[in-house]
């Protein structure tokens, strides 16, 4: 018998992923040719496989049609996916993130349908609906297919192109949640059209932060472009949308795609901005809490002295000529809780040590492990007056 | 503007894992270093980590100090980790997969304890605690760092060396779970002494499976140990639970981790299996189903000429001798069931096309994609008379 039934043994490997995002407009036309061609690649043994969609229900007002003419897409391709049951229509929006009846009706059609790892699960919509969905498919059979069709300027060049999913649990947002690429992303820019003002500008929000961390001359573009970017030109929209996507994908590939340690660039403007969507409850959209939070650290990264006086005006310049409002009333309500939770929050849902992102420059990123008191307090008070 | 906005985007990136698994004796003696060893070798900054246990109740009566000695062996630890609140205790075995309210306690302690990322969660106890506190600790806050602590055989020389998770879902065995590696797994032999006979036995048939499909050396030890193995030597179940748990680590590292294709040659025996526990009302364990599985699979192979009416008598002896009960009434009873939907089931939970692994030789496996219905009932028929 062997005598070393007592050494350690060790397990080291690595798991591949590779997905790509296509920019595509009109999806479901029956002469678009994108998401058929992906299915027919993936089309291995001679099996059809099975897919269950999940719609967006604030898409149906804006695109009366829609169902029909995903069916009627499928329907020509009935030897390579075959639709399960109906398209599932969702309520958009955090509703369907803290709602478990929406995750749990999602779980049930996966058992009744027979959906299985090697099925697909489509989701088209904004980012909650992609959160949502995503979540069901890494869950159900330890990982079922995920393709996102993202319909919002956030969910197209943030949330829809990484590697994130989850629901809220009991008011807490994302608890619950996994890391789990998807398999494909289609980005149609005709979705853009049918936005509500404040998600076709929130989603820019992600766009200047990541800028402002990693690409100067984006934010320059953006600078010269602010007038189309406001006045809804769907091409300037189409580029911002593509660079932003673009550098989140770069930074994911590169990085630290599972966040197993304790940085994340990506997050800069967003400690104080999660704490603000909870304050409000809910009443403004991520994006505009981050442009908020945004605004804080970037006055906040002056006051350190880290940040020009001159760039500090020339980001706030920016977010408020694209129509951002910077300040909000429970920022200096909740100023104490704001930093001393709102911190802890963030540090606990990364986990780690606090790592908080600051600016040094336009596309200069800086961390500092600690936020001081005093002035945080100015810079509160800076962007009351000049909002 | 870059005319190029249209271009598709591609993401390619690997994740890497890497986990050990020590095997020990009496791990929570205040003597015993190995656990202690790793928690500090972990530390990386300032930070004192936090510590969730989670405990299998089967364990309370057999080790009535254990409460109390775990919480002293962190009590010498409490720089690097501190336990939180108390010890959980929850009931061991598919209850605890089965009643959502395990799963919710859990994650409620997670958010009271304020347990992040970079906590540990602590998981004590047989295969379906781990599977349990593992699919827990993959899905809050996106995945919180794990430490197994398998109790079974079948937990330190399968389950709990693996990278699965899962919970059952109205019934349905693992419909959620993850692939989350741990960060490390400690075999405690001293814990088998305890073990019901029957949970001794269950969890050799992993060893056999193993052996069959992948080692026929080990299929001869075990062969030649089949005495000290029924009489509970310790020392003949430290080798086995080693090498089985190697065998099934190797597999894992250098095959498809996250099981992203269809083929899972360490399912030989699980497809029947998995519906006769189910059929069984789960009356059967685990590893005594599986050993029927196998041998329906190995007298199936022999039907079809793959395996040899010698190695065939030679298998089904190992499994009678070592005590296994390798056929059951459902099997007679259901066979077109067992047949049908146990083969659709199996398909559908890995996904892709059916691939069922039997066996061409001791040691040398054979895939096939479809059972029939012939050959099947004769199999049945024949484990009926040789019972
Ligand atoms: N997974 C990640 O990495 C990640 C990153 C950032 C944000 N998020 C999440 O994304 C969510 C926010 O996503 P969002 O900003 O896309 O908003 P959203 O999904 O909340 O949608 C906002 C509203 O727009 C509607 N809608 C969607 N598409 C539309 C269209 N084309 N036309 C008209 N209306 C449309 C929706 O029904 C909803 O009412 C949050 O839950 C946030 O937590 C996730
Ligand atoms: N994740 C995976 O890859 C994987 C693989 C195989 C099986 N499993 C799962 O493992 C579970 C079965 O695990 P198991 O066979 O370890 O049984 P178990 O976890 O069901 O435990 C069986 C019984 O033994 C008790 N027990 C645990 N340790 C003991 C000890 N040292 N002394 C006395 N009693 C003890 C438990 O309380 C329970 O009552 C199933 O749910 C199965 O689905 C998971
Ligand atoms: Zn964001
Ligand atoms: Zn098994």
Same mark, same amino acid.
């Given at each position: 018998?062997?005598?070393?039934?007592? &050494?350690?043994?060790?397990?080291?490997?690595?798991?591949?992923?590779?997905?790509?995002?296509?920019?595509?407009?009109?999806?479901?036309?029956? +002469?678009?040719?994108?998401?058929?061609?992906?299915?027919?690649?993936?089309?291995?043994?001679? $099996?059809?496989? +099975?897919?269950?969609?999940?719609?967006?229900?604030?898409?149906?007002?804006?695109?009366?049609?829609?169902?029909?003419?995903?069916?009627?897409?499928? !329907?020509?391709? *009935?030897?390579?996916?075959? #639709?399960?049951?109906?398209?599932?229509?969702?309520?958009?929006?955090?509703?369907?993130?803290?709602?478990?009846?929406?995750?749990?009706?999602?779980?049930?059609?996966?058992?009744?349908?027979?959906?299985?790892?090697?099925?697909?699960?489509?989701?088209?919509?904004?980012?909650?609906?992609?959160?949502?969905?995503?979540?069901? =498919?890494?869950?159900?059979?330890?990982?079922?297919?995920?393709?996102?069709?993202?319909? *919002?300027?956030?969910?197209?060049?943030?949330?829809?192109?990484?590697?994130?999913?989850?629901?809220?649990?009991?008011?807490?947002?994302?608890?619950?949640?996994?890391?789990?690429?998807?398999?494909?992303?289609? !980005?149609?820019?005709?979705?853009?059209?049918?936005?509500?003002?404040?998600?076709?500008?929130?989603?820019? =929000?992600?766009?200047?932060?990541?800028?402002?961390?990693?690409? +100067?001359?984006?934010?320059?573009?953006?600078? &010269?472009?602010?007038?189309?970017?406001? !006045?809804? $030109? #769907?091409?300037?929209?189409?580029?911002?949308?593509?660079?932003?996507?673009?550098?989140?994908?770069?930074?994911? =590939?590169?990085? $630290?795609?599972?966040?197993?340690?304790?940085?994340?660039?990506?997050?800069?403007?967003?400690?104080?901005?999660? +704490?603000?969507?909870?304050?409000?409850?809910? &009443?403004?959209?991520?994006?505009?809490?981050?442009?908020?939070?945004?605004?804080?650290? *970037?006055?906040?990264?002056?006051?350190? !002295?880290?940040?020009?006086?001159?760039? #500090?005006?020339?980001?706030?310049?920016? #977010?408020?000529?694209?129509? @951002?409002?910077?300040?909000?009333?429970?920022?200096?309500?909740? %100023?104490?809780?704001?930093?001393?939770?709102?911190?802890?929050? @963030?540090? %606990?849902?990364?986990?780690?040590?606090?790592?908080?992102?600051?600016?040094?420059?336009?596309?200069?990123?800086?961390?500092?492990?600690?936020?001081?008191?005093?002035?945080? =307090?100015?810079?509160?008070?800076?962007?009351?007056?000049?909002?």
């Amino acid at each position: 018998m062997n005598e070393n039934f007592l &050494s350690p043994l060790t397990s080291q490997f690595q798991v591949q992923y590779r997905y790509s995002v296509q920019f595509t407009k009109g999806i479901f036309d029956l +002469k678009n040719p994108s998401l058929r061609d992906f299915l027919i690649s993936e089309k291995k043994d001679g $099996d059809t496989k +099975k897919a269950l969609v999940v719609l967006d229900q604030g898409l149906i007002s804006h695109y009366p049609n829609l169902v029909s003419e995903i069916k009627e897409y499928f !329907n020509g391709l *009935t030897l390579v996916v075959q #639709l399960t049951g109906d398209i599932m229509v969702i309520p958009g929006g955090e509703v369907c993130k803290n709602d478990p009846q929406h995750w749990d009706s999602l779980v049930k059609a996966v058992d009744l349908y027979g959906i299985d790892r090697h099925s697909y699960m489509i989701a088209i919509g904004g980012g909650a609906i992609l959160d949502l969905v995503g979540y069901v =498919a890494a869950v159900s059979h330890r990982g079922i297919r995920l393709i996102r069709i993202p319909t *919002t300027v956030l969910s197209q060049n943030d949330s829809g192109v990484g590697v994130k999913n989850s629901i809220n649990y009991h008011g807490k947002k994302n608890f619950l949640g996994t890391f789990a690429p998807p398999i494909a992303v289609f !980005n149609d820019l005709l979705f853009l059209e049918s936005l509500d003002v404040r998600d076709w500008r929130s989603g820019m =929000a992600e766009a200047i932060k990541v800028s402002l961390i990693k690409d +100067k001359d984006f934010f320059l573009w953006i600078e &010269s472009n602010t007038h189309s970017l406001k !006045n809804r $030109d #769907l091409e300037a929209m189409a580029y911002l949308v593509h660079r932003c996507a673009e550098l989140h994908m770069e930074h994911i =590939a590169n990085g $630290d795609p599972f966040e197993f340690g304790s940085s994340r660039p990506l997050d800069f403007g967003h400690w104080a901005a999660h +704490k603000l969507e909870y304050l409000s409850e809910f &009443s403004i959209r991520h994006g505009e809490a981050v442009a908020i939070g945004m605004a804080l650290d *970037t006055v906040y990264s002056n006051q350190k !002295n880290f940040l020009s006086k001159v760039e #500090l005006d020339r980001i706030l310049d920016l #977010l408020k000529n694209l129509g @951002f409002v910077i300040f909000h009333t429970k920022l200096a309500e909740n %100023e104490k809780q704001i930093l001393y939770s709102g911190l802890q929050e @963030f540090r %606990e849902h990364l986990g780690g040590k606090l790592t908080i992102m600051l600016l040094a420059g336009i596309g200069i990123p800086r961390e500092v492990h600690e936020i001081d008191e005093k002035s945080l =307090a100015n810079s509160v008070d800076y962007l009351e007056q000049v909002v």
